[in-house]
């Protein structure tokens, strides 16, 4: 997995090379503002370093560690039968192996692979629990560094291995926060437990929600098969059958069924030991590439190759091409804005921009009552999202006597209540379906939520329309009365480029609701249209995590749900041998208890709501603000150069022409890059 990196990289490599080369001419004419040559080389240093996050996920023994190992060449990490790290491991390029542990109050610390391994693994009380952590001692850690001199690490490539999707709350919400900030992700299933009911709960509860169309599934140990199976075609055959099932839904991007592209059965020690010769202890010369196709892992590196250098690649280069051409249109504004005021007197442009006071002014009103429109909008939202959590939780409470009712108890005989195994057989029975059946709610409200976004959002755009065509009309009469008619500012207020002024202020609030690198590629490259689906999506995403999955999520919901099933057992044993009781009971426990929950927690989920569509309110309001303070520094700008522009306006005239030829050739190379 480097051929098509290494190519990639290259690209890149030029393209941070173009950026900085024309911020060095933009330097040196003096043409354009500090802040916009600082972010061309800031966005060229950034392409430099630029990286691909792909995350790991996977319960112990799935052989997520084993994989990582192939994938790196080499057994960086242990591979045990207990879980071994708790904490976010970042596998980064180093040229000699070292570990960095970085803490959350803003410490760090240096250790050797070996020290950090003895000092943070998780530890068992004794090995028949094998699996089971006695606790979580590492919450004051952010994460660690590891750094390894490895060939897939070079270019760029960050493997971020996760503590894993267990049962312990706090470090699956660790692990799941990370995922919009992956460029890939990687599910790792065993096929010796393919699909346990712990990964199909993650992958339905917490995955299929989020929309996510960078996921991979590679299965391990689909060796063990020859051992395992009667018949280990027929085998194989089946756990694909099973994975098209349950993993297609995952594997779609709108109506493409990309399952083949995404789903790989892997030797996964096999292909270790195709690049690491365990007698010598040491990397092979040269790898089998033909045993790296027979245990799948080539063809499972080429298609996640692929994705990282067409779908994220392009996306970076794109937004190196999308610089240049913002600093292009600021130099061609400026030399516009040069030419046309060259024969005024600075005294004439002193009085237009005094009488232009009052409409200066008048941009800065206009911008105030966009924040207003704006927290408007979140304030209805905060409404909204809480009542349709409290419609749904509704809703739930009045389906779940009938849902209760046709829970299959598997023949359970009212005798068996009186015997402690009956009782623990008719609480499991219960409460794995109880909870499937919550999950199932769950995951439909998280999913309707993502459309009411995007819809709130158009009509935000809607609403915000009247207010930026004035903003957009006032400011082109400012621009034409200071210039007396000759001055025409492309691609910014007023100007005639095609883009309504309202999607320029979303496009720069979008920008801000788009950070993390997966989330931005899959948003911006389809344009537009496709950032507001992707900010929808990821607002939505925050929505949800923020909402019910901090306050009504399953967690919280499974509490309740052992409470009153085990509360209900006790009721029956005192009161009476029906397993129709026992139910009603269960249905009747947690009747408004769901909805308690939702009324005592509505000022919190207000509270989230309002911290989710932050980045949205504080995007647009600020587009509108900077807009008008911009206008006005133009103007002053303007009038302040104005003795120094009459004097070698001629000689400037050939710096404009060189340099605006500069940054054509070299947006158009940075056009051919990206494409």
């Known amino acids: ?213 960078n996921l991979f599934f590679p299965v391990t140990m689909v060796d063990l098969l020859q051992s395992l199976a009667d018949d280990p075609a027929a085998a194989l055959a089946d756990l694909q059958a099973r994975a098209k099932e349950f993993l297609g839904p995952l594997c779609r991007v709108g109506e493409d069924d990309r399952f083949e592209h995404r789903f790989f059965p892997l030797d996964a020690r096999g292909a270790l030991h195709a690049r690491w010769d365990r007698t010598a202890k040491g990397r092979r010369p040269e790898e089998d590439e033909g045993e790296l196709v027979r245990t799948g892992l080539a063809p499972f590196e080429d298609a996640l190759e692929q994705f990282l250098v067409e779908e994220r690649g392009r996306a970076q280069l794109g937004h190196l091409h999308t610089t240049a051409t913002k600093v292009h249109a600021e130099v061609l504004r400026r030399a516009e804005l040069d030419r046309a005021t060259a024969d005024a007197s600075v005294d004439q442009l002193r009085r237009r921009q005094e009488e232009l006071e009052p409409a200066l002014r008048q941009l800065d009103a206009i911008a105030r009552r ?40 598997g023949g359970v005989a009212g005798l068996d209540l009186f015997t402690p195994k009956g009782r623990t057989r008719v609480e499991a029975a219960l409460r794995k379906q109880l909870e499937a059946w919550l999950d199932g709610r769950v995951a439909i409200w998280q999913r309707s939520l993502r459309p009411r976004i995007e819809s709130s959002l158009r009509d935000l755009r809607a609403e915000m329309a009247g207010d930026a065509a ?120 947690l009747r408004g208890q769901l909805v308690a929950q939702v009324d005592g927690a509505k000022d919190e989920v207000a509270a989230r709501v309002r911290e989710g569509l932050a980045p949205l309110r504080d995007g647009l309001v600020k587009a509108a603000e900077d807009e008008a303070r911009e206008l006005a520094a133009l103007l002053e700008r303007t009038v302040a150069a104005r003795e120094q522009a009459a004097a070698d306006a001629r000689a400037r005239s050939v710096v404009w022409e060189e340099t605006l030829r500069t940054f054509e050739g070299g947006v158009a190379e940075l056009s051919t890059l990206a494409s």
Request: negative net charge; proline residues 4%.
């Open 1 to 213: 997995m480097t051929q098509a990196l290494d190519d990639f990289v290259r690209k890149r490599t030029r393209a941070a090379e173009i950026l900085d080369e024309l911020a060095r001419v933009a330097e040196d004419g003096g043409l354009v503002a500090e802040s916009s040559t600082a972010w061309m080389r800031t966005t060229a240093r950034r392409a430099r370093e630029g990286r691909f996050v792909v995350l790991l996920l996977g319960c112990f023994s799935s052989g997520k560690s084993t994989l990582l190992n192939a994938l790196l060449g080499q057994p960086v990490l242990p591979v045990k039968v207990n879980p071994c790290t708790a904490i976010l491991t970042e596998v980064v390029y180093a040229q000699t192996p070292t570990v960095t542990v970085r803490y959350r109050d803003g410490r760090s610390e240096t250790l050797d692979v070996a020290g950090f391994l003895e000092r943070f693994q998780l530890r068992t009380s004794t090995e028949d629990e094998a699996g089971a952590e006695v606790d979580d001692r590492f919450g004051d850690v952010d994460r660690a560094i590891v750094g390894y001199p490895l060939p897939l690490l070079a270019n760029g490539v960050v493997l971020l291995d996760t503590p894993g999707l267990d049962d312990d709350p706090q470090r699956t919400a660790r692990t799941l926060s990370s995922l919009p900030d992956a460029d890939a992700v990687i599910v790792v299933l065993s096929a010796n437990r393919f699909l346990t009911d712990l990964e199909r709960r993650t992958l339905r509860r917490e995955l299929l929600p989020l929309g996510l169309t």
């Open 370 to 409: 966009v924040g207003r429109t704006v927290d408007a909008f979140v304030e209805r939202q905060q409404v909204l999202v809480w009542e349709d959590l409290r419609d749904f939780v509704v809703k739930t409470e009045a389906e779940l006597p009938d849902a209760v009712a046709g829970f299959d108890l």
């Open 470 to 589: 004035d903003f957009d009309q006032l400011a082109a009469s400012i621009v034409t009365d200071f210039a007396g008619g000759a001055l025409h500012v492309p691609g910014g207020p007023g100007g005639d480029d095609g883009v309504e002024p309202v999607e320029r202020w979303f496009s720069v609030a979008m920008g801000a609701v788009l950070l993390s690198p997966g989330a931005m590629a899959a948003g911006w490259t389809e344009g537009y249209e496709g950032a507001l689906k992707g900010a929808a999506s990821r607002l939505g995403v925050r929505l949800a995590l923020l909402t019910i999955g901090a306050l009504l999520g399953p967690v919280g919901w499974a509490g309740l749900v052992l409470y009153a099933v085990s509360d209900a057992v006790l009721l029956v044993l005192s009161g009476g041998s029906q397993l129709k009781r026992l139910r009603d009971q269960v249905a009747e426990k």
